[in-house]
């Protein structure tokens, strides 16, 4: 395996199969380009050898390696002993096998290697035992190999050439189960494959045509066992690393979190500040240049004067408007928009505010009707803001239909027995694209070079935010050239019995 050397952001090293792979990350300040210099992560090096596995980065390998192994020994300690469970079982075979030597093999199963295994396991429950003391665990692979040669090394044809199999077996379940260090693995494995070639060549000679199978089968089971080992930890080595990086990020996001919360604070705090001082002449501004307009204390010396105080005025009102809008939507979004709830006809409420429109859809040339369709209740909400959804959605279909067409406004009753006010227009419509898209703040369904019509883009936005404080939905539907049609949905549990029984809530 070769390392391929990268930029800061990150590293790279070659997989198992040869091919460059991403398998390093590093914490850097590009990383975090938006993370002030105090708060970015240090640089750290993932690389990883390609020979030992070791992290190249001291720090880093002894921070994977005690975490691995807190995680691993568990099933370490658990594969170890079962090892040695299923080693003494295989006791079982030797009498149809080796029935010359049953009992030598038997001493060495239950006398030697099981309780060598379990003791292993004991050991690695001491205080203080660590991922420094693999070399002690990795004896633990050793012993049952060995054993089985050692019962090689004694037995007649054909037990002992029969038993290679039992140096395979052993092999390949500690290199597949046992997590510890691969090259522990390799080790013991090499030391005793060493071992039983000696055994067959010098100490219990086999005929060379079984030794010749043998052996090929062996060493390639031993060569692919490492191979799994080899993998098993790289493998690891790179959820390391992944897990390192989501840490990162998680980091990170979090302190953009607070930063993101800090500045919302900030913002909420310096719009209720900007409330008053925003407001006092604002209204200052309107009532004045309404007397001025209105001439009530005598007539002014130039008739435009009067023009320019009725401009004043609208204009006036128009950013009071806005500056509301900006304020309440504000307020929802920080979750300080309350309700200030008492019952209110709707009829009543909706006919004023239809009033208001009256002139304005005349001026446009648009046709503006209102309908009540059935008989109904007094409702329980916040009056402001029940007036708020008409006169923005009212005000939105007026501004975008054209001269020469409708705007139908209803109130009614749903199939579900719920209030709907209804807004139709035969107006410019909105793309399928813009209709999640609309209920953002100051999005706007007109691009920058074409629009045709002001606004600040929270009329929709707190249309929502006023129906979810009061438990309703809003919903539109619109096709381009077509119109849309807007419904503002509020629930049968804020229905009232009839005016006399609302009066009498009002006392309570």
Known sequence: MAVVHTQAQSNFTAGPDGCAERTAWMGTPESAPDTPADQQE?????????ITLHFRDAGVEEQYATRNFSEQIGLTRFSIAMGAVI??????FDPYIIPEIVNEAAAIRLGVAAP????????????????????????????????????ISIADAPGNYLYYAGVLIVLSYVNCLWRLRYYYCSLMSLVTL????????????????????????????????????????????????????????????????????????SKNDFLAIMSHELRTPLNAIIGFSEIISSQMFGPVGQSKYVDYAGDIRSSGAHLLSIINDIL????AEAGKLQLEEEPLDPVESLNQTM??????????????????RDDLPWIIVDPRLFNQVAINLTSNALKFTPEGGQVRVELGLDNHGDMVFSVEDTGIGIKASDLTRIFEPFVQVEDAMSRTQQGTGLGLPLVRKIMNLHGGTVDLDSRVGEGTIVKATFPKSRFVAPEADAAAWRTY
């Open 328 to 331: 309440d939507i504000s307020k």
């Open 194 to 265: 060493v071992c039983y070639e000696y055994v067959v060549f010098f100490v219990n000679p086999i005929p060379t045509h079984i030794l010749i199978n043998n052996n090929a089968f062996l060493i390639f089971g031993v060569g692919v066992s490492i191979f799994v080992n080899y993998i098993q930890e790289y493998q690891l080595r790179k959820a390391f690393i992944y897990n390192e990086q989501l840490r990162f990020e998680k980091r990170r996001s979090e302190r953009l979190l607070s930063r993101s919360e800090a500045a919302n604070r």
């Open 42 to 50: 240090p640089k750290t090096n993932y690389q990883i050898d390609p």
């Open 87 to 92: 080693f003494s079982l295989y006791a079982l």
């Open 116 to 151: 060598l295994l379990f003791a292993i396991v004991a050991i690695s429950y001491l205080p203080g035992f660590s991922h420094r003391h693999q070399g002690l665990l990795s004896l633990a692979m050793c012993i049952p190999g060995l054993a089985v040669v050692a019962m």
């Open 355 to 372: 009033r208001m429109f009256r002139q304005r859809a005349s001026e446009l040339g648009v046709d503006l009707t209102f309908r009540v």
